[in-house]
């Protein structure tokens, strides 16, 4: 089991109010992704928990184009992995900033 973190400046606070949502289900090929509203507005945090050791560069990859993407400031996302490509991960942390910022999934 691998554990990654990545720490990343959003220009914009993520909209809405809700504190947290759950997006996804950890299985094979796809992942959970629980967001919280728990960071100060310009900061994003990402943690990942991976039985498929060895991916932290396409993670990061991944994370960057995220946040790029969608600008999650003020969200941490906790996200445990079952195998997931690297576009599941891209539409499942869209659908959890979709979730949280109260538009429909």
Do not use: H
């Amino acid at each position: 089991m691998e554990t990654l973190n990545y720490r990343a400046n959003a220009p914009q606070r993520a909209k809405g109010s809700k504190r947290q949502v759950i997006v996804g289900v950890v299985a094979s090929g796809n992942l959970e992704v629980l967001a919280e509203r728990v960071l100060p507005d310009s900061e994003c945090e990402v943690d990942i928990r991976t039985a498929a050791e060895g991916f932290g560069e396409v993670w990061q990859a991944v994370v960057a184009d995220f946040v790029e993407r969608r600008s999650p400031g003020g969200l941490k996302f906790s996200i445990n992995d079952g195998g997931a490509r690297p576009d599941t991960v891209a539409l499942r942390l869209a659908q959890a900033v979709s979730a949280i910022e109260g538009e429909r999934t």
